[in-house]
């Protein structure tokens, strides 16, 4: 039986792509550079702020990054009053947490994004408190794939790797799961595709959110 699901953030439970796009983009109009599309950003999405910046920079011909130091200050000074602008669950994701609370679950999150911006979102799209735990990047936590994240929630949330469902969207999140030991789920509404699920050993890969109860009572393969 299973006691805790764990879940990313962006991609996963929040549909924040056009957020993330758009201060980016704002940041590199600002300093004469191409936006790029939201689609892109996708990909540049997953590793934290700074890969991130770094990704767009190159991608809008700044090869030399240039201009890090500059877009990344930028951004974070964007983002941090306009992280949760446009931020959305993804179709029904929130009824299915719901479903999983109602059941005695523990739901927590664990992101990339800055700790406090990931609160911000969190709150904003599901309100104070739906969540049992939320953890974004600290400097004092190694960030994901690095399980030291992973296993401070389990800590917070007095559950076991074995008691632990971890849900993702992307390369990054199955080998988080992975590297904690824990049961993990990957999910195609978010920013990658299947592929990229199954060929980083994802033990399951859903389509709909629903599809997650299945993996109270037992955890297992499809």
């Given at each position: 039986m299973k006691k805790a699901f764990i879940f990313d953030?962006?991609?996963?439970?929040?549909?924040?792509?056009?957020?993330i796009a758009a201060c980016a983009n704002d940041c590199l109009a600002e300093k004469g550079l191409k936006p790029q599309p939201v689609e892109a950003y996708k990909y540049f999405a997953g590793d934290g702020q700074y890969e991130l910046i770094k990704r767009a920079l190159r991608?809008?011909?700044d090869e030399e990054l240039?201009?890090?130091?500059?877009?990344m200050a930028r951004y974070i000074e964007l983002f941090k009053d306009r992280c949760h602008v446009g931020c959305m669950p993804y179709d029904g994701v929130k009824e299915t947490l719901q479903v999983l609370k109602d059941k005695g679950m523990f739901l927590a999150v664990l992101s990339n994004k800055a700790h406090a911006n990931s609160i911000k979102v969190v709150e904003a799209v599901y309100?104070?408190?739906?969540?049992?735990?939320?953890q974004g990047q600290m400097d004092s936590i190694n960030r994901k794939p690095s399980p030291d994240g992973a296993f401070l929630v389990m800590e917070k949330l007095k559950v076991s790797r074995e008691e632990c469902v971890y849900v993702g969207d992307t390369s990054v999140d199955m080998k988080t799961g992975k590297a904690a030991g824990i049961f993990t789920v990957g999910v195609t509404w978010g920013f990658r595709t299947r592929d990229e699920l199954v060929e980083n050993h994802a033990d399951a890969v859903i389509d709909r959110p629903e599809e997650l109860l299945k993996y109270i009572e037992t955890a297992r393969k499809d």
């Open positions: 953030l962006d991609g996963t439970i929040v549909d924040s792509v056009g957020a991608a809008a011909g240039r201009c890090y130091d500059e877009v309100g104070k408190g739906f969540f049992d735990y939320i």
